[in-house]
């Protein structure tokens, strides 16, 4: 797979933020902002900012630990998903009953004009 114009300068980040030149890191970080696309790519280039704001020292949102993830699977048991599906139907519940509401008051309003379904047609 090649490498985007994003991974190289991010590498080069990466590179010039173990050899300590925060110059170099802020210059990069500005021109990884500039081509930053997705929310990704605008943390990375974030991180790489905080990086070159803290001079070299590096906690967990430096740009040595900036990684993409992609969630391939992740494995439920059966029990846990239905009662996920379960909450999930609860919680639909109320969301109907506004939708209702507002149907309602929509219906109302139009009835309050002399608008019916049978002068619409």
Known sequence: M???????????????????????VQSLGHQLQAIAH??????????VLDAAANKGVTNATTISNVARV??????MEFGSLVWLMVKIAIAAIPALIILMGIAFVVVLGLGALGLTLASLG
């Open 2 to 24: 090649a490498e985007t114009e994003f991974e190289g300068l991010l590498r080069g980040a990466k590179e010039a933020h173990a050899q300590g030149d925060s110059v170099l």
């Open 38 to 47: 997705s929310s990704w790519e605008k943390g990375a280039a974030r991180s």
């Open 70 to 75: 992609t969630v391939v699977n992740f494995d």
